[in-house]
């Protein structure tokens, strides 16, 4: 019986991979555990109320989104709009061509690697660095990222150290505070000579246009301090109602991602910098994207769209862990990868629609998610989703002969006795590619099907 | 609580849901689970024409297939005590799975009403009866395994509140305790790999914590890892929930 | 462009159209978000010394033991913000060379960096950036020590209070502790593209 690709990819992981995985994500998990509890008195109180507030948000962006452009604007940005991801990469090119630029710095941006903005720049002839220590090395191995918050999560010191080697970056060396610090020093003169300074937008506040940004490294903060342009790509679900749900909000992304109580740079930017300020953007454009989430909102797995990307979910997740992030085949790996990519691929979701299946449906993506979000029933709609559109899926078993005789109870018991056959024949030569599955790895029980029946039929006859 | 709205417990008679599994294999476990409610003076009715809760269609993406049969289970498991399942993944499949399936439906309601009235068995002592204290003595250290089926329930603490109390019974925890063991239903065949590493993984763990018994409130859980151990060569003393309590009344761990 | 702008409202319009009811905005005491057991009773300015050091930054409560810590880590050429100066240049003995403007095309030169905090956070151990008070966003990132003075009665007990105080400036930083990352294997360092010192000098 063949297997889904999740599983084929994870059998090939190099057991060295696997083991990185799985270590730093079983630890980033438990600190974040042992963090949210001691510190707060019920932290699923917590998780709840900042789900009410995103699922609020994303349940009225026909009023905030107009109210979000018309805070941005008085604010002194430049508010643009993209429905696709050509779209969303064309208007960036536009920004920098009016300005005659041709260097930018980024920090991460999950949306720039959807709509693949660098590789589009590139082609344009501009230079589109990452900064993010991790999304840097990334570039420079022209690989892709394997987690939402760490991004080479997949790769050890010594790939990096040779590959800064190859880069010219400096001799083979895999100390994790030299290959640092050898980007710290390579990147600075990068920012000053950059022209843009692009960034994403963790949330953006209707009330006061403010655009928040986190990162630990800084780097954000270099892009906004070294540059005169500012470009903010923000996903049109990244609104929050209040600047005061902030507070709930930032409270749960440092301890859910990282486990920090705060990440180290928080950043409230209301717009381009003020005449005092010697250094910083005086130009700001912010252009918010759609690149499909109006579709997943009409659909019925818009609680995904209340996400921040935390990681949380890739952390806890035992599929994640066994089979790390390149298995998902896009951009969002993990528990919340498989349902926002088949829903975001549009016309490609039979492509993606094996992703969903990659889950025990164990649930612990939901108890740890920040915003609460209910993922095993979301994937559940979208495996309904890929049987009703008759998408293929190796491995799973048909089920139409299964109802059929779980709703004749005649039939039922029947087969109850009839299966007790399996005790008399080799396991090998029962064609059913199932049960074969099962007993490649696992023994099977003793059949003893009716046995219950009888038993009680005797007891209540004494 | 994915099962907050229940139906009050009134008088002392229940249906018992064996689950498939019991059915098929685990006979004991029913068995186990009659004479505890029978100790606790509650009376159990056993529909013979139920036979399983639909799950296996349900998690496999074939809702249509899934609601015939929870619509055979809704009729028969008809009026209005408490249905009992020694199994919180079967339970909670009839309080949250079914209705997600049915929100569509027009026989909505009528399978919302059956939601509200199945406990798994642990959560229906506990919660249900009010009883949280047990009997009897089971000499023996028990590395007990909540199930997943039991997040976002009652069903978990339930149990260990009443293994605690087992005159005899010491719990040790294990490593990576909320970890799922790897099961999940067809996922054990369609990610056979993945499906093992988890296993293997829930085995080092407890196998560490020197357990005379391996104890969930699920069947699946335990098939799966029983099996895997077997399989290894080094198999692992399986027991149901409702073994432990019934074994407890009458002395002690049974062979 | 426009087009695009209508487009995505329409089906944003569309997409929500079905839903009977709309999620409540929910109403809520931010009190649920405070740590109410780490700042009971405590004193505001003593805590944030204590939480800025738990997330590896400093903090000095006197000029002079600032300039201790300088000279020991043999931090000597740096830039300080001009209105600051004047009340810092006693304490700065011989050996210091201190600009009072930030040249940009000389990041590297710069050992360390002091400018204004606009407040603090006393439950995070942040400090708080602004444009407004702060004379210059690269000589508070660029070099390896940032030092920011605070003054006591610019306090934030918790996040909350320090939302509500954002203020009307069109650029506030959090800054938690030196700049870090975790990317190769898991393994902490400080001090990435931001400040491997992250020092608050309270007054």
Request: glycine residues 10%; hydrophobic residues 40%.
């Amino acid at each position: 019986m063949p297997s889904q690709p999740i599983d084929q990819f994870a059998r090939e992981l190099s057991p060295e991979t696997r083991a990185s995985v799985y270590q730093s994500t079983k630890t980033t998990h438990e600190k974040r555990t042992k963090l949210l509890f001691d510190q707060f008195a019920d932290p699923n109180r917590l998780r709840t109320l900042a789900g009410e507030i995103k699922q609020h948000a994303i349940e009225n962006l026909d009023t905030l989104l107009p109210q979000v452009e018309a805070r941005l604007t008085g604010n002194g940005a430049k508010v643009h709009w993209a429905s696709t991801a050509q779209g969303a990469c064309e208007a960036v090119l536009r920004i920098m061509q009016a300005r005659g630029a041709t260097k930018l710095v980024k920090a991460k941006t999950m949306v720039s690697e959807e709509i693949e903005l660098a590789h589009f720049l590139e082609g344009h002839g501009i230079e589109a660095l990452e900064t993010d220590l991790g999304e840097f090395i990334v570039q420079i191995d022209h690989d892709h990222p394997s987690h939402i918050v760490r991004p080479i999560i997949h790769k050890n010191r010594r790939e990096i150290a040779r590959s800064f080697e190859r880069e010219g970056l400096g001799a083979y060396d895999d100390d994790p505070g030299t290959i640092t610090r050898r980007a710290r020093h390579y990147l600075r003169h990068k920012y000053l000579a950059a022209d843009v300074g692009l960034t994403g937008a963790n949330f953006v506040s209707a009330e006061s246009g403010r655009i928040v940004l986190v990162t630990n490294e800084g780097n954000s903060r270099f892009c906004l301090a070294a540059t005169k342009c500012h470009i903010a790509l923000v996903g049109i679900e990244k609104i929050v109602p209040r600047d005061r749900d902030l507070a709930v909000l930032l409270n749960l992304l440092g301890r859910s991602g990282t486990a920090q109580e705060l990440t180290v740079y928080t950043e409230f930017i209301g717009g381009p910098k003020s005449a005092a300020q010697p250094d910083g953007p005086e130009e700001m454009h912010v252009i918010f994207v759609d690149n499909g989430r109006t579709e997943v909102l009409a659909s019925e797995c818009r609680e995904i769209l209340r996400c921040i990307r935390c990681g949380a979910c890739l952390n806890v997740c035992p599929v994640y862990r066994q089979a790390s992030g390149h298995a998902y085949r896009s951009v969002y790996p993990g528990p919340v990868g498989a349902v926002l990519s088949p829903l975001l691929a549009g016309e490609r979701f039979p492509q993606l629609a094996d992703l969903p299946k990659a889950s025990s449906l164990c649930g612990a993506c939901n108890e740890v998610c920040p915003v609460n979000i209910p993922i095993p029933d979301l994937l559940l709609r979208l495996r309904q989703r890929a049987k009703e559109e008759n998408v293929p899926s190796p491995g799973t078993p048909p089920m139409g002969a299964w109802a059929l005789l779980a709703s004749q109870p005649t039939a039922w018991r029947a087969a109850l006795a009839g299966g007790r056959l399996m005790n008399h024949v080799p396991t090998k030569l029962i064609p059913v590619p199932a049960l074969q599955a099962w007993a490649a790895q696992r023994e099977l029980p003793a059949w003893r099907g009716g046995e219950f029946r009888k038993w009680l039929r005797q007891r209540r006859s004494r | 609580m994915l099962n907050s709205e229940r139906s009050p417990i009134t008088g002392k008679r229940v249906q018992l849901m064996a689950t498939c599994l019991c059915d098929a294999f685990y006979d004991d476990v029913a068995a186990a689970t009659v004479e505890v409610l029978e100790h606790l003076g509650v009376e159990v009715g056993f529909p013979e024409s139920q036979t399983c809760c639909g799950q296996p269609a349900f998690n496999g993406g074939d809702w249509a297939a899934s609601r015939k049969v929870v619509r055979h289970t809704v009729r028969t498991f008809a009026g209005d005590e408490p249905v009992v399942v020694p199994s919180g993944s079967c339970a909670a499949m009839l309080f949250h799975g079914a209705v997600l399936e049915f929100e569509r439906e027009r026989d909505l309601p009528e399978v919302e009403a059956l939601g509200r009235r199945t406990w798994e068995l642990a959560d229906f002592i506990v919660n249900g009866l009010g009883v949280s204290s047990w009997e009897g003595r089971f000499e023996a250290t028990v590395a007990f395994h909540r199930s997943c089926h039991s997040r976002g329930t009652a069903s978990g603490e339930a149990a260990l509140t009443l293994l605690r109390s087992v005159p005899g019974l010491r719990i040790v925890e294990f490593g990576e305790g909320e970890q799922c063991c790897g099961f999940g239903g067809t996922f054990s065949v369609s990610f056979p790999n993945i499906s093992a590493a988890m296993g293997t993984l829930k085995l080092e763990h407890v196998r560490a914590a020197l357990p005379d018994v391996f104890v969930s409130a699920d069947m699946s859980c335990l098939m799966h890892l029983g099996g895997l151990a077997a399989r290894e060569g080094k198999p692992i003393r399986i027991r149901h929930l409702a073994q432990v309590l019934r074994d407890a009344l009458k002395g002690g761990i049974r062979e | 462009m426009s087009d695009d702008r209508e487009a995505i409202f329409s089906r944003v319009r569309g997409a929500l159209a079905p839903l009977r009811v709309r999620a409540p905005l929910p109403q809520y005491d931010t009190e649920i978000a405070v740590l109410r057991q780490v700042l009971a009773g405590r004193d505001l300015a003593e805590l944030f010394g204590e939480r800025i050091r738990k997330v590896g930054g400093l903090a000095f409560f006197t000029p002079a033991a600032l300039v201790a810590h300088l000279r020991t880590g043999g931090r000597l050429h740096g830039y300080c913000d001009p209105v600051l100066w004047p009340g810092l240049a006693p304490h700065f003995g011989a050996g210091f060379q201190v600009e009072t403007a930030f040249d940009r095309t000389r990041v590297d030169d710069y050992a360390f960096g002091i400018t204004r905090a606009a407040g603090a956070i006393a439950e995070t151990g942040t400090i708080i950036l602004n444009d407004a008070a702060t004379s210059c966003r690269l000589g508070a990132l660029a070099p390896w020590v940032h030092v920011a003075v605070v003054e006591r009665s610019s306090l934030f007990a918790d996040l909350p209070q320090a939302v509500a105080g954002l203020g009307d400036d069109r650029n506030v930083v959090w800054c938690t502790g030196p700049s870090k990352t975790a990317d190769v294997e898991g393994i902490l360092i400080e001090g990435v593209h931001g400040p491997g010192e992250q020092i608050a000098l309270v007054v």
